[in-house]
């Protein structure tokens, strides 16, 4: 098992896997956040979707040769579209009635589109290649960094900080903000409100694709790639604050950390650290560590 | 009410009655392959497992003996798997059940059948307690086992130069298990083991866990656990060059199945044993060509194989016998010898252990590798008599 | 808040309400009795099983307004140590379904105590997250046996003198423990306590007001509802002689809430029917094929949509009686 004093440059290479997988984190729970946030739905289908993304990916490359960085642009508008049907045909109608309702849709909603894709494609996963481009790797001195994990940092960072941007700091983001808030009042104002929520919920969707697409080069593709990540974003966006979109990518990003400082430490328990983090917030702060109390 | 399953009706037979029908109990020989279909194990056992047992009785000479094959999925739950079991016993009343992967549910089948005076040929499962202190007289356990995968890929690298390790373990009693075996062999032939790192059972990322075995700089990392935390372990482990850095990958318990979804570029120079390779000989390569046809494609894993082996001589062992009750069955089937196109000559042993040598293979790098499914080099035969844990070690209580 | 608005259909007049419910029992308890001369005692057992364990959550979601996504906790927890008890230390099946039963009754109190001062999603996200914590406290502890499961427990004899291995025996049982849990509930629904909790669930602000307090009767109804999950757990693993992880993996929390929602939350008989619908499509469909998850996962998308009162709401809106 696992020495204690673990020497630093071994920690540091520790913290930097877990600044990855924090990236992971934080597009997803950034995408649930923003549904959550902004349209009080509970995305329980977000694990498929982002399933979806990954398997899309897959199939632009394997049936129409398109690369992976087309992919990255193609498969979000894809799969965020199918997201707004979803929205259009089924959630809408739950809107006047409990969220829990929503949470229920979209959990039977994730059942179908995994249990479809398991009968297709079966469990063991499918190979998508890295992209050349961002193949090999750096020796960092205390770790040997591939090139496509320094990737998804960066990327990650550039979309959850541009996405925060959006929401928070433009016009059509106060007008999503204003919508949730009171959406009769808005609509007056002459906004098509539906139609918003539509789109936010797309663009929820699309970022969880677009992090589907990331994750496909170094997760196997598989079916139920989501299925036990969701409860995991789930819980880091309870955390950050089911409101907050700079709670989630903070959140997540720190999650990975101490994830990362648990594995190396007690790795048994790197599974359960997050949902013992998510009992004592709710227990103390129920609207989140950034949160705003609904 | 009962639920209504598939029933291949045997491509043989006549109908011959006489005194051969006069044991077989309501005349007909029930055969139930309980598979998973549908979760982590279903390219490697699963419909292929249906397949090849359709095979086996179609392939058997005829003698009179109608047979009947049922299938189902046990969902990789232990209760699903117990019910149907028992429904299968009790209702319809099967004769024996083929296959079940999945260690827990083999376990609980493995009671259940001897408490109904059944049969039961494992193919799918891996835990050595089946013919240790869980043996039964009704249970005979084909294919592979723990002790067989720790000692056959432990011994073998070791005295191949792989002497200083460093384990990947899946937190679990299975993980735990095949991780405790591996080292034993390990330490008695003399190697090192530099380390170990427990991860969660499912877990995503191995990045942190590779990153320790790399830093130990042990010559073979084995990774301890099985199905998407081992594939997940091994494209990840080609991602931060672990490979290319000299280390090399022992899996413990790996399929064709496995590695036809990495990829012969992640894969390539992983070492690990296994019982049954299509490639082996003409009539493994005949016997592949005609599963793959009728499995869309697919090539037999080894646990694919085992259940065509296993139905094979329980129907030589009914015919003998001129009966299906189970314990006389299983008895008959150890005092035969087996023969099939597949194992070869082989034995089954008075703990319910069946006997046929293993192969240590080792992954071919892509421009070694002809054609699909073409994957393995075997670096080494381990025959049948060391393949498998001396009866006196099992602590089974049918050895006196 | 009221967490779900259309359920618990008002209760006509009082005399005429109860007397279809007591037909309605009455067919149930028939039902079950003289069933297994017919069908697989086993399935059965299970069915029942499960009946009792969606009955004890639909007192928590049906009366109580309050979503567990967690459930699953009881239903194993009941589950391991009854069976440990059985197999370790040699109890007689009373006493380890007994057991069993407390702690998970146990496992409700601490739980309770955390969970319940937060409502609706929150509160369905703590039950949530103290099951995952259970669930990989149950995957790493030695006497739960991980992925095996404990394995062979025995059935023994109860009360010293009727041997459970014999099927009538054992599904005797399971009858009177799940008949008796049955009317347990419908007896606390239909008590003063179940009238408070009615109230909490329709307005809590007025609840409070009264002067009730509130989190105290959430938190009754959240241990009663655990203690008979509990008990439906302990006497499942008697049945199958097999205590597994399934049971306290969140994919079971989320079936008990879809035979609960499609039989018809917050009805008397809803959580049975819904119980007999899933069991038996599992079972059914568990022979061709792998297309179990997809169709409760339709089934969970019909319901949500337009069928939000499940079988035994929609029968009880027809005969214009609640059931």
């Known amino acids: 098992m696992e020495i204690f004093g673990v020497p630093t440059q071994a920690l540091f290479g520790q913290l930097l896997i877990g600044l990855i997988n924090g990236s992971f984190y934080a597009l997803l729970s950034l995408g649930l956040a923003v549904i959550f946030g902004l349209l009080n739905i509970i995305n329980f289908t977000h694990g498929a979707q982002y399933m979806m993304g990954a398997f899309c990916a897959y199939f632009l490359l394997s049936k129409l040769g398109v690369g992976y960085w087309w992919a990255l642009a193609i498969t979000p508008l894809v799969v965020g579209a199918i997201g707004m049907v979803i929205e259009r045909l089924m959630l809408a109608r739950l809107y006047k009635l409990d969220h829990l309702y929503g949470l229920l849709l979209t959990f039977g909603l994730a059942l179908i589109i995994q249990g479809l894709f398991r009968n297709e494609y079966g469990t063991s996963g499918i190979p998508y290649a ?30 959850c900080l541009a996405t925060w941007f959006v929401i928070e700091k433009t016009k059509l983001g106060s007008y999503l903000r204003a919508a949730t808030e009171n959406p009769q009042l808005v609509q007056a104002f002459g906004i098509n409100v539906p139609r918003m929520i539509t789109l936010t919920y797309g663009f929820g969707v699309a970022l969880a694709a677009f992090a589907g697409v990331m994750a496909a080069p170094i997760y196997q593709v598989n079916p139920l790639m989501g299925a036990d990540l969701i409860i995991v974003v789930f819980a880091v966006v309870v955390i950050g604050g089911m409101g907050s979109i700079m709670g989630s990518i903070v959140t997540g990003f720190a999650l990975g950390l101490i994830e990362g400082l648990t594995k190396v430490f007690y790795p048994e328990a790197s599974n359960t650290v997050i949902f013992i983090i998510m009992a004592i917030v709710l227990m103390i702060k129920p609207a989140g560590l950034f949160g705003t109390q609904r | 009410m009962f639920p209504s399953r598939s029933i291949f009706a045997a491509a043989s037979l006549a109908f011959a009655a006489s005194g051969a029908q006069a044991q077989i109990s309501d005349g007909v020989v029930k055969i139930g392959v309980l598979t998973d279909m549908s979760s982590l194990y279903a390219d490697i056992t699963g419909p292929g497992s249906t397949v090849a047992a359709r095979m086996a009785i179609a392939d058997f000479p005829a003698k009179g003996v109608k047979v009947e094959l049922l299938s189902a999925d046990h969902l990789n739950k232990p209760d699903v798997g117990s019910s149907i079991a028992r429904q299968w016993y009790d209702v319809d009343k099967v004769d024996v059940i083929v296959d079940v992967p999945t260690s827990s549910i083999a376990l609980a089948i493995n009671q259940i059948t001897r408490e109904k005076g059944k049969a039961f040929l494992v193919s799918g499962a891996a835990t050595s307690d089946l013919t240790g202190k869980a043996c039964s007289p009704n249970t005979i356990h084909w294919t592979y086992d723990t002790w067989m995968l720790a000692n056959g890929t432990g011994n073998a690298i070791v005295k191949t130069g792989g002497d200083s390790w460093y384990f990947i373990t899946a937190d679990y009693a299975f993980g735990l298990a095949l991780e405790r075996d591996t080292e034993a062999v390990v330490l008695k032939n003399g190697g090192k083991v530099l380390g170990k790192v427990r991860h969660p059972l499912n877990a995503q990322d191995f990045s942190s866990f590779l990153l320790q075995a790399q830093a130990s700089k042990a010559k073979i990392i084995g990774l301890a656990n099985a199905g998407g935390d081992t594939t997940n372990s091994i494209k990840q482990a080609a991602e931060f060059g672990i490979v290319k850095g000299g280390q090399s990958l022992a899996g413990m318990l790996v399929f064709l199945s496995d590695i036809h979804g990495l990829g012969l570029d992640k894969a390539q120079g992983l070492i690990f044993t296994e019982t049954f390779y299509w490639d082996l000989n003409d009539q493994t390569r005949a016997f592949a060509k005609r599963f793959a046809a009728a499995n869309g494609g697919k090539y037999p894993t080894m646990v694919q194989a085992g259940v065509y082996s296993a139905i094979t001589h329980y129907l030589k062992a009914v015919t003998a016998l001129k009966g299906d009750d189970g314990t006389k069955v299983i008895a008959k089937m150890k005092e035969l010898p087996t023969d099939d196109p597949l194992f070869g000559k082989g034995t089954v042993r008075a703990d319910g252990r069946k006997l046929h040598p293993a192969y240590l293979v080792e992954v071919k790098k892509p421009s070694e590798s002809k054609g699909p499914y073409d994957y393995y080099k075997i670096r080494a035969t381990i025959p049948a008599d060391q393949a498998f844990r001396p009866m006196s070690e099992g602590g089974c209580s049918l050895v006196k | 808040m009221a967490a779900v608005p259309e359920l618990a259909p008002r209760a006509a007049s009082r005399a005429d309400g109860l007397a279809h419910q007591r037909i309605a029992t009455a067919v149930m308890i028939a039902f079950f009795a003289l069933a297994p001369l017919v069908l697989y005692p086993v399935f059965l057992m299970k069915v029942m099983c499960f009946a009792l364990f969606a009955c004890a959550f639909n007192l928590l979601i049906g009366y109580g307004g309050l979503l567990s996504f967690g459930h699953a906790m009881f239903l194993g927890t009941a589950g391991y140590a009854s069976a440990h008890a059985a197999k370790v230390w040699g109890f007689p099946p009373e006493f380890a379904i007994l057991f069993g039963t407390a702690c998970s009754a146990l496992l409700g109190l601490v739980t309770g105590l955390l969970a319940i001062r937060r409502q609706g999603i929150y509160f369905a996200m703590i039950t949530l997250a103290l099951a995952q914590m259970m669930y990989f406290f149950y995957l790493q502890a030695p006497f739960t046996g991980g992925e095996d499961g404990i394995q062979a427990v025995p059935r023994g004899k109860l009360f010293g003198l009727l041997d459970l291995n014999s099927v009538w025996a054992m599904y005797a049982l399971v009858f009177a423990v799940f008949v008796g849990g049955f009317l347990l509930i419908h007896r606390t629904v239909h008590s003063p306590f179940g009238q408070v909790l009615k109230a909490i669930r329709e307005n809590e602000a007025r609840a409070l007001s009264l002067g009730y307090d509130v989190n105290r009767y959430k938190l ?13 757990g302990a006497t499942k693993v008697l049945v199958f002689e097999l205590a597994s992880l399934t049971d306290v993996h969140w994919t079971m929390s989320g079936e008990v ?18 119980a007999l619908i899933i069991i038996s499509m599992e079972n059914y469909l568990a022979q061709i094929g792998s297309w179990v998850t997809v169709v409760q996962g339709v089934i969970f998308v019909i319901c949500v949509l337009t069928f939000r009162r499940g079988v035994v709401g929609e029968l009880g809106r027809l005969i214009g009686k609640p059931l």
Not at chain 3, 257 to 274: A, D, E, R
């Open chain 1, 130 to 159: 890295l992209p050349q481009e961002l193949s090999g790797g750096r020796n960092l001195g205390f770790m040997f960094l591939p090139n496509y994990r320094a990737w998804v940092i960066l990327a990650s960072l550039v979309v």
């Open chain 3, 220 to 232: 009754l109804a959240y241990v009663l509802s655990g203690t008979l999950a509990g008990l439906a």
């Open chain 3, 257 to 274: 809430v879809l035979m609960v929602l499609l039989g018809g939350l917050g009805t008397v008989f809803g959580p049975v029917v819904g």
